[in-house]
């Protein structure tokens, strides 16, 4: 797999070569690969390293590059991947054109393949780019609606990993829709598992401040869990603390309420509910199994 990796980044950096601009290449070259998760799926899926596969994971890689540059912008990031963000070392501009840029390539070596795979993949985007809006508009205020939250953690996150799963069955010819599932569930928990690290992290461990998702107004299912928990006072003073730099003494309230509340544990089953039924999926696949099971202990 590590190898297949290191293709799909030598893949990515010949497409942005491509581009005949040597700043641009730079730049992107300076962007830390992550785990990749979307091509170790499709290659995994896929079972194979054809040159489609390898093409369709560069691809899906881009896209998910340029959207985390537009993220780190709406989110005021400064960190990315344990390093310092291109918003905060080029800007803002930089960070959003750069991302135009990759996700343009992107969308033309897409251009040359058949019209399922560019339908799915530009259906995900759209989906992602919904997903992103609603987690700007949930932020305005405390959301204490969870099908809100988990609509908007669907389209944000687990539409491009259902998309992958799917992509990675047609270029191998397995059934589409188990392994979309499969992609669904998996998402769904990588989101949730995301939003519980945020909590119970350090900062050296998220290679970003810790409890920054509250501060810019997430309230993600821990939290919405703990509101519907909490009397009216406890409601409104949780309501007080959204979107507010806290100090050591309240970040350890909400802490303490978390863990009392059993908001944490809940969060945490239902993450694990969406893994056991990726698992339930695609049991015949051990790397797949693994994948998911990894996916989890990364929180708990
Ligand atoms: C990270 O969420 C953000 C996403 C998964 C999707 C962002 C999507 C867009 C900006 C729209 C699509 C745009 C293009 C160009 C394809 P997060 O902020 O919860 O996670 P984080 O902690 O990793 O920042
Ligand atoms: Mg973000």
């Known amino acids: 797999m590590k190898n297949y990796l290191e293709k799909i980044k030598y893949n990515m950096t010949t497409y942005i070569k491509e581009l005949g601009n040597s700043e641009i290449l730079q730049l992107f070259q300076s962007i830390e690969s992550g785990k990749m998760v979307r091509s170790q799926i499709i290659q995994l899926i896929a079972e194979k390293d054809d040159k489609n596969v390898m093409a369709i994971s560069s691809i899906v890689e ?28 080029e800007g803002s501009k930089i960070s959003i054109m750069l991302g135009d840029i990759l996700y343009s390539k992107a969308f033309f070596e897409l ?43 669907y389209n944000k996150t687990a539409s491009l990993i259902e998309t992958s799963t799917a992509v ?18 998996l998402g769904m928990a990588f989101q949730i598992v995301d939003d519980i690290l945020d909590i119970v992290s350090t900062s050296e461990e998220l290679g970003k401040p810790a409890m920054s998702d509250f501060l810019e107004g997430k309230t993600t299912i821990p939290y919405i869990r703990l509101w519907h928990w909490l009397n009216d006072d ?19 309230w909400i802490l303490v309420s978390l863990e009392n509340s059993g908001a944490l544990r809940q969060a945490k089953d239902l993450a694990r509910f969406h893994s056991k039924s990726a698992i ?3 049991k015949d696949y051990p790397k797949l199994v693994e994948l998911a099971e990894k996916l989890l202990l990364r929180g708990f």
């Open 234 to 252: 406890g409601k409104r003073y949780l309501e007080s603390l959204h979107k507010k730099e806290l100090s050591e003494n309240e970040k350890s």
């Open 280 to 282: 339930s999926l695609i």
């Open 168 to 185: 990675g069955a047609i270029l191998g010819n397995k059934d589409v829709e188990t392994f979309a599932k499969y992609g669904f569930h």
């Open 62 to 89: 881009l896209i998910h590059l340029a959207s985390l540059l537009h993220d780190d912008v709406i989110d005021n990031s400064d960190t990315r991947r344990g390093k310092p963000s291109i918003n905060a070392t």
């Open 111 to 153: 251009g040359k393949f058949d019209y399922e795979l560019v339908s799915r993949i530009s259906s995900a985007v759209i989906k992602l780019s919904i997903g992103e809006i609603a987690d700007v508009k949930l932020s305005d205020h405390f959301n204490n609606d969870e099908v809100l939250y988990l609509d908007m953690i």
